[in-house]
């Protein structure tokens, strides 16, 4: 009556008399038609591996120890059943999809048997027991069945290890030339050659479309329907039991000559000759459906992913993308299938735009990206494939974006096609953390590489983070981790850090509801964090700005000589500003062409005045010199914002070192400073070619 229904069984603090009926507890069943609760093999490999492991620790410390506690012994038999039960199941699964031979299914089988009998005989490894006088077994005797124990638990791992590499298959695509000829088939023990397979010729027109590591047929195809094996028998069926295919005996002389290499996801060899195929390890339900006939490229990489591209009758094409591997703890289950489609909508959407709308190896008309620190290749339409492949894998497995994407230490982040700002990527990576919706950041990856606007729009946002700002409103342990950071030889690290702390204090202080919700919740976070810290940072750099201006300029004052002459707003004058105009640029009330500025001219004048000779280039040696000592200053005080008196000490500095008299070059600082203030101007929002204050 259930057939393939999916039914999920509780059993809470269950107690059965001896005749095995319940006395005591609740039994719960529940129906899930979307099949949630259904263990997949991933997860049932790694319960094995657990247990084996908690296993053999019960035997190493009963060793250790000489003995074991009641309790102990409890466990050990109750995990070492729990081991075989779930094994018994998986061995019996595959040995039904002719995955495994009689061979290796009989060899686990007699060896869990035998795993079960030395449990038994283990009683005499409980140290309450050991005091029965007569009964008292020598303990070098009970030492030696843990040891005998432990061993063959061990050797099941081997053989399971064994099993586990028959589990994969490899589909291939519908092929003329493998119509109604003689293949190798697993079937039954009692009609096998000795080694599970036995010859058997297809029918006119049917085909093979899977194949398993033992080279034979895993599914094939018959008048549109797909057939696969059961061991019990030697029929094949796809939908109900009266389903049958009735084979011929094979000839050994007409057999395909089949071969498959474990390490190759991508291939199979079929009569010397390189097909392409995909490996299928997965738990899906229904596997070996094959490969489409319309099939342009295929790949699988091991325990990662595997992702095929068909073409249409109009020349369209559409992936399918599929995670192999184990998804991060922070993601939930549910999330894979977004994940996936998200990849799957991204590498369609790059392949619509290649130079040649029909070849994969096209370059794509979406140009060479360099802006704001962010990097994106030039790539074919393969190279897309790969690289989005590679992203959505990332986020599934490490819930971020790629490290390579940023960290500067990462093996690929040279050759990465793609690059962004430290300071980003962990913008973006802190948000999401907040909102968890993942498939979020496949779409961010592909947006911000692909479409200038998003691009600029994020960053205009994000560069107003600065380790100083996020320091600012740090407290405690978090201001405490920041002052830590190595923001000298390697800044790309202590940036991508700052960055996800500036999303935790935020998170802190304006609670969970800050971050909104929906389909664009990572763009819109993203942006709201940035502008939330630049709002607040603003209020404490205009309070300091304004506080200390006027002590600035009177302590200058004191050792001030005034030449305006060649002096004025740089729209009327030109040259040097001597408060460089790039520490208030989108500052309110400043214009850089009305702000106060100096001639070249008299730039070299007040040179003369000290120097001999003719003067070279005294306004760019003032500039290289700004440079220079405005990121010495940043290097200096990574998490420190600029003030004022600090800015004006670096401009007379930039002009006496291209050797300017310091009372001259003080007295135009003074002078640009009450610019400033006459005007309005409040804060300092750029260190000058050191990013945001």
């Known amino acids: 009556y259930l057939a393939d229904t999916k039914v999920k069984v509780s059993f809470n603090n269950i107690k059965l008399n001896t005749d095995r009926k319940l006395i005591e507890g609740v039994i719960e069943t529940t129906y899930d038609p979307t099949e949630k609760n259904i ?66 299914k009989k060899e686990i089988e007699d060896l869990e048997q035998k795993i079960k009998d030395e449990l038994k005989d283990l009683t005499c490894a409980v140290k309450d027991d050991k005091k029965k006088g007569s009964d008292e077994v020598a303990e070098t005797d009970c030492i030696q069945k843990l040891k005998n124990l432990k061993a063959d638990i061990e050797e099941l791992k081997s053989k399971n290890a064994e099993k586990d590499e028959m589990r994969c298959i490899w589909n291939i695509a519908p092929n003329e030339n493998l119509k109604g000829k003689t293949y190798y088939f697993q079937i039954s023990e009692k009609n096998n050659d000795g080694e599970g397979k036995k010859l058997y010729k297809l029918k006119e027109g049917d085909y093979p479309i899977s194949f398993n590591k033992n080279k034979a047929v895993y599914t094939f195809k018959s008048k549109g329907k797909i057939y696969r094996p059961f061991s019990d028998n030697s029929y094949y069926f796809s939908n109900t039991s009266e389903d049958k295919y009735v084979f011929e005996t094979g000839d050994a002389k007409s057999l395909v000559d089949i071969k498959i290499d474990d390490n190759n996801a991508n291939a199979v060899t079929i009569n010397g000759v390189q097909i392409t195929a995909q490996q299928d390890c997965t738990d899906a339900k229904e596997r070996g459906k094959g490969l489409s006939e319309n099939l342009v490229f295929s790949t699988v990489v091991k325990g990662k992913y595997s992702i095929s591209i068909e073409q249409d009758g109009k020349g369209k094409f559409i992936s399918t993308f599929k995670l192999l591997g184990k998804g991060n703890s922070k993601i939930s289950d549910s999330q894979k299938t977004g994940i996936e489609q998200e990849v799957q909508n991204s590498i369609n959407a790059v392949l619509k735009d290649l130079k040649d709308p029909k070849d994969l190896n096209s370059l794509s008309n979406k140009t060479e990206v360099t802006d704001f620190g962010f990097y994106v290749k030039q790539m074919t339409g393969k190279e897309w494939i790969e690289t989005l492949s590679d992203l959505g894998t990332t986020v599934w497995e490490e819930a971020s974006l790629p ?56 960053w205009n946002s994000v560069k107003n983070i600065s380790p100083s700002s996020v320091y600012t409103l740090a407290e405690g342990a978090i201001k405490d981790k920041i002052a830590k950071y190595n923001f000298s030889d390697k800044p790309y690290l202590g940036y991508y850090e700052v960055s996800k702390d500036g999303v935790q204090i935020i998170s802190m202080a304006m609670g969970a509801g800050f971050f909104k919700q929906g389909k664009n919740a990572l763009k819109e976070g993203t942006k709201d964090v940035a502008d939330k810290i630049k709002k607040e940072v603003k209020k404490d750099i205009e309070k300091a700005f304004v506080k200390n201006i006027d002590g600035v300029i009177n302590n200058l004052k004191k050792r001030a000589k005034y030449i305006l002459e060649g002096t004025g707003e740089y729209r009327r004058v030109g040259g040097h500003h001597p408060l460089a105009k790039k520490a208030f640029e989108g500052v309110e009330n400043y214009d850089y062409k009305k702000a106060f500025s100096i001639k070249p001219s008299s730039l070299e004048d007040a040179w003369k005045t000290v120097n001999a000779g003719i003067p070279q280039n005294i306004h760019a040696k003032v500039t290289g010199n700004q440079n220079a000592l405005y990121s010495a200053w940043r290097k200096a005080n990574p998490l420190k914002q600029m003030e004022i008196g600090e800015m004006a000490d670096i401009e007379i500095k930039a002009m006496v070192n291209a050797g300017i008299p310091e009372d001259i070059a003080t007295g135009w600082v003074v002078k640009a400073l009450e610019d400033l203030q006459a005007k309005g101007v409040k804060s300092i929002a750029n260190i000058p070619w050191n990013g945001v204050n």
Do not use: H
């Open 39 to 104: 263990v997949n093999v991933g997860d049932i490999l790694n319960d094995l591996g657990n247990l084996i492991d908690g296993i053999v620790k019960i035997i190493d410390d009963a060793i250790g120890n000489d003995g074991m506690s009641q309790s102990d012994y409890d466990k050990l038999f109750d995990d070492v059943n729990n081991l075989i039960g779930k094994n018994n199941q998986d061995t019996s699964s595959l040995y039904d999809q002719g995955l495994i031979t009689p061979k290796l």
């Open 403 to 458: 490290k390579n994407y940023w960290n500067e230490d990462e093996a690929g982040y040279t050759n990465s096609t793609i690059r962004m700002p430290a300071l980003f990527t962990g913008v973006a990576d802190g948000v999401i953390g907040e909102v968890t919706s993942y498939p979020q950041l496949i779409k961010l990856g592909y947006d911000v590489a692909t479409k200038e606007e998003v691009r600029t729009g994020l």
